[in-house]
Every structure is written in C-alpha cells, then in structure tokens.
C-alpha cells in the first residue's frame, strides 16, 4: 500500500478559481515536502514542512502540516496557467532501516484552463 | 553553475542489454538518490546513498544496481533483469540525509526499448 496518498488525482480548473491538493500519510510525519513538475522534466522544491501547525507560502501556494491528522494540504489562490503541472509531497523516513528515504505519493496533474 | 547533470536525456535499451543512466553532481552533497517514474504516476525509489562506499536499496531495486565509487558520481544500471525499463528516471541529491534537507533533482532521463 501506499505511504503517501494524494487526492485528488488530478484537477481541473479555471484560471483565477482558488484549489486545494491533500496528502495523507500511513506513517509519522518528520519531514513533508511539496514539489512541482513539469511533465518530462525534473522537480522543483516548492515547500517543506516539519512542525504540526506548520504553514508556509511561497507567492499564491501555501502548505500546511496536520501532525494529529498525518495530513498536509497545498492550496493555490488564484490559479494561473503557470501553476498548471504535477504536484507531489514526500516524506522522510526517519525510523529504523529505512532512515534517510525519501518516498513520494502519486501525484497530483493540475490543469489551469485560461 | 552548481547542480545535478544526468546523461544522457533519452536511452534506447535493446532486449538483453544492460544500460547505464549517468548522474554528476558539483554540489558537495553526501546524499544522492534514483528514482523511476512511469507515465501518470509519481516517483517510486530505486536507490539511494547516503555516504559514499555505501547504499540501500529502495522499494524498487529488482533489475537494476548502482555504485557509489566517488561523492559526485551516482551511475544507475538499468540490468536485462528488468522486464520493464520503460520509464523517467529522475537522480536527486541533498546535503545530508536528514529531515530538514530539501532534494535537488536532475532534468531526467527517458528510457525506452526497442
């Protein structure tokens, strides 16, 4: 099973509408990460996340961090075009033998209809 | 210009070839890993490292190996052991292997076979 389930899959929207992506974790959350991606290209580091209660923002993206829920969610105000890709979080492993990975959810494909 | 270099951009595997995917990095980072992405789904680990000399596997490590000879060098075998190459591969790197530590992403390689 997955460690990190994205919803929803994927979204459509119309530029300027607000959206919400959510990820739930089956583990404890010691390091939640957010990323963009182009199709066919590499990821950008949009956020990351540490302390429950935690939020940040980064221009019309904000995150916050769950902890009690294992949850994180990214809200974008405002969609533009640009914000259209795929977003996926990741968790750090900090437990045991699996110390040191990095696991990512399925993603999330956001289309931005002008 | 520090970064992650992956070579080449795209791959073609011929049946019972092995193929080796290159990833240098400039950045002094002591963590490298491989990740494989197939269409519409999000990154799955095949390998990371997080000193040199050593690696783990991740959750996908049949059918493929790696070394880990230098700091800056992390080459990916893709063996004839994997029936389904076809697939991005993304390699990434970080300082250190901690929960605070973002992952910084080459631009991918596209696998396929002839």
């Known amino acids: 099973s997955q460690e990190l389930e994205q919803s929803p899959q994927s979204l459509i929207v119309q530029e300027g509408k607000n959206l919400t992506i959510n990820c739930t974790s089956s583990?404890?959350?010691?390091?939640l990460y957010w990323y963009k991606q182009k199709y066919g290209e590499g990821l950008i580091f949009l956020m990351m996340?540490?302390?429950?209660?935690e939020e940040k923002s980064h221009e019309k993206i904000t995150a916050k961090l769950d902890e009690k829920k294992q949850q994180s969610s990214l809200h974008i105000t405002a969609s533009q075009p640009s914000h259209a890709g795929i977003y996926l979080c990741?968790?750090?492993?900090?437990?045991?033998?699996?110390?040191?990975?990095?696991?990512f959810g399925q993603g999330t494909i956001l289309t931005v209809h002008p | 210009d520090g970064g992650i270099t992956q070579s080449p951009k795209y791959l073609f595997r011929k049946e019972g070839q092995n193929v080796t995917l290159s990833c240098e990095q400039n950045?002094?980072?002591?963590?490298m890993y491989w990740y494989r992405q197939d269409p519409g789904q999000g990154l799955r680990l095949i390998y990371y490292s997080q000193i040199v000399n050593d690696f783990q596997k991740g959750d996908i490590a049949e059918g493929y190996s790696v070394s880990r000879e230098k700091k800056e060098s992390f080459p990916l075998t893709v063996t004839s052991a994997q029936k389904n190459p076809t697939a991005f591969y993304l390699c990434?790197?970080?300082?250190?292997?901690?929960?605070?530590?973002?992952?910084?992403f080459g631009s991918g390689t596209q696998l396929s076979v002839l």
């Open positions: 990434a790197s970080s300082p250190r292997t901690a929960s605070n530590e973002k992952l910084f």
């Open positions: 990741g968790l750090f492993s900090a437990g045991g033998t699996s110390y040191g990975k990095l696991t």
């Open positions: 583990k404890t959350l010691y390091g």
């Open positions: 950045l002094n980072h002591d963590a």
């Open positions: 996340l540490q302390k429950g209660g």
